[in-house]
């Protein structure tokens, strides 16, 4: 049974479209079934913590033009727990917001917060070590965040470097934090991935509620100080008023920046579970089953000849036939046919946003 102050936060907010014409500014990819499953990744994100949060300590916090999607979607999650940002202020505020609005609630809460458009392919592994970590939070003043084992030099992800030779003595698996890097390029990767105690940094992060609002109260007092003002009206009826008003004030930063590489108590939980942030059609490729010949397809009926290292997205369609193709998407939803090489996939981002 789930612990009854164990909360889930989920981000919804983002406008990716990155799987362009599949997913779009208007259904961003986490509201889309991009796996090819029947449920989006925004459903699977919520899915994977089952037995471990109550379903009615799950918060959504999204653009207010989301909120829609997100009732369809989550129809279990309480109204009242989707959070609607009135603007795009990156990670920090919109963790700061529902983080004061939980602990309105529940003083003692202790939090997971995660992204919504991430896979998770061992989900048992995953659970456990969700678990540990919320064991280790609730004894202790300490920021916990995932780190995800390497297992190739990658320039798309932050690293978190750790030291691996102090584990914590009330959890083995859990270092403290020496730094973190941004995004390296493929030299200090290979660097990276050489040195063993460097981890990806996967955005997600577990704390107590009163831990992270009191770190926002000393590292980042402009923050704090808008959602401090609030709390005689959490719950209300003014509160979403209050918000749109006064959520726009805040800075747009991470929380990486405005408390993570600030705070002391920092620590890392080095896992593998096969976590990917799905960031291009390239990765869902990597992450999906493939034939033979390093073709994934996603869809009812997809019939390749001569075909190498493909992705072929095409759930709408009854049959799909490709020929010759090496290193292609072939991706098609509502009228729009994409066919790129996968290497020019960035390139086409603006036909996207048209």
């Not at 973190?180 to 460097?198: D, G, S, T, V």
């Amino acid at each position: 049974m789930a612990d009854k102050d164990n909360h889930l936060v989920i981000m919804a907010g983002g406008i990716g479209s990155r799987f362009w014409p599949m997913s779009t500014v208007e259904r961003p990819k986490q509201f889309v079934d991009v796996l090819g499953t029947g449920r989006t990744l925004i459903q699977l994100t919520m899915d994977r913590f089952e037995g471990v949060v109550p379903r009615e300590n799950v918060w959504i916090v999204t653009s207010a033009k989301y909120a829609d999607l997100v009732r369809e979607q989550l129809p279990d999650v309480p109204e009242g727990n989707i959070l609607k940002e009135p603007c795009r202020r990156n990670t920090a505020p919109c963790i700061a917001y529902v983080s004061w609005r939980i602990k309105a609630q529940n003083p003692k809460a202790n939090i997971v917060v995660t992204p919504s458009d991430h896979i998770v392919l061992d989900t048992q592994e995953f659970r456990r070590v969700i678990g540990q970590s919320l064991s280790f939070v609730r004894e202790s003043d300490a920021i916990v965040t995932l780190g995800m084992k390497p297992t190739r030099p990658e320039t798309g992800y932050g690293y978190i470097q750790v030291d691996l030779a102090d584990p914590c003595t009330s959890n083995k698996e859990i270092f403290r934090v020496d730094s973190f890097h941004e995004k390296p390029n493929l030299e200090k990767a290979k660097a990276y991935l050489a040195e063993k105690n460097f981890f990806w940094n996967a955005g997600i992060f577990v704390w107590n509620v009163s831990t992270i609002v009191n770190a926002f109260r000393i590292y980042a007092k402009d923050i704090s100080s808008v959602f401090e003002a609030l709390l005689p009206y959490y719950g209300s009826a003014r509160e979403q008023m209050l918000i749109d008003e006064r959520f726009p004030l805040c800075p747009s930063i991470s929380v990486d920046y405005a408390i993570l590489e600030k705070a002391e108590e920092i620590y890392c939980f080095p896992a593998s579970f096969g976590w990917s942030d799905l960031g291009t059609w390239g990765s869902l490729r990597e992450n999906s089953e493939r034939d033979l010949h390093g073709n994934a397809l996603i869809g009812r009926d997809i019939r390749l000849v001569d075909c190498r290292n493909c992705i072929v997205h095409t759930t709408d369609e009854r049959r799909v036939v490709v020929e010759g193709l090496d290193g292609y998407i072939v991706a098609e939803k509502d009228g729009t046919l994409l066919v790129c090489r996968l290497e020019n996939e960035q390139q086409i981002k603006q036909y996207s946003e048209e």
